[in-house]
């Protein structure tokens, strides 16, 4: 009995066993199909949005919106190209403003400069001049008062030879320069 009891057990087992094993390949088979039918719904739907965005897009008021969308995208896109291309050009035009100003301001201060420097040599020159103007002078006084002292020598020197030329000729009675002497005996 015991033996029947087991083989009863063994068979009910079994059965256990054999209802899980039919249930589980029962759900794996419902949840195959339920994953084919999502993937034929996901078909369906795609193949029907495609087939409606297509016969969208060959629709006259579709593609005429597209060629409005391309066209304002052109006119926008070319709008701020020359809007850039504008802003640019301000750019340069305002950079080359500044830095003509500066070369005009670095112009200014160099003609500044070159005046300051021209006038500077000028009065160096013009020190230089009176400097070598006033030594000429002095060197003049200098040479008159030589020549003055040397015609005051030569003068002298001629006075005195005049003196001792007329000396020697009256110590020698030339020209009647020399007093008569008169030895006369008084017999009046």
Same mark, same amino acid.
């Given at each position: 009995?015991?033996? $029947? /009891?087991?083989?009863? %057990?063994? =068979?009910?087992?079994?059965?256990? %066993? ?7 390949? #029962?759900?794996? +088979? ?25 016969? %969208?897009?060959? %629709?006259?008021?579709? *593609? ?6 391309? /066209?304002?995208?052109?006119?926008? $896109?070319?709008?701020? =190209? ?15 403003? +500044?830095?003509?100003? @500066? ?10 400069? &070159? #005046?300051?420097?021209?006038?500077? =040599? #000028?009065?160096?020159? *013009? ?5 070598? +103007? ?8 200098? $040479?008159? +008062?030589? @020549?003055? @002292?040397?015609? !005051? ?6 006075? !005195?030879?005049?003196?001792?030329? =007329? ?13 008569? &002497? ?7």
């Amino acid at each position: 009995m015991m033996q $029947l /009891v087991l083989r009863l %057990s063994t =068979v009910h087992q079994f059965e256990n %066993s054999f209802v899980w094993i039919r249930n589980l390949l #029962e759900r794996r +088979q419902r949840e195959a199909e339920l994953k084919l039918l999502e993937e034929e719904t996901a078909k369906r739907v795609e193949e029907a949005i495609r087939k409606k965005v297509e016969e %969208s897009l060959n %629709s006259e008021d579709i *593609k005429l919106e597209i060629q409005r969308r391309i /066209v304002e995208g052109r006119k926008k $896109l070319f709008d701020d =190209v020359a809007a850039q291309l504008e802003k640019e050009k301000e750019a340069a035009l305002t950079e080359a403003r +500044q830095k003509e100003e @500066q070369a005009r301001r670095e112009r200014e201060e160099l003609d500044k400069m &070159l #005046e300051e420097n021209r006038r500077r =040599v #000028e009065e160096a020159q *013009k020190r230089e001049a009176e400097e070598q +103007q006033r030594k000429e002078e002095e060197r003049y006084r200098e $040479l008159e +008062q030589l @020549q003055r @002292q040397k015609e !005051e020598a030569m003068r002298r020197k001629k006075l !005195e030879e005049e003196e001792e030329r =007329v000396n020697q000729m009256k110590l020698l009675g030339k020209n009647k320069t020399r007093p008569k &002497l008169s030895f006369g005996l008084g017999l009046k």
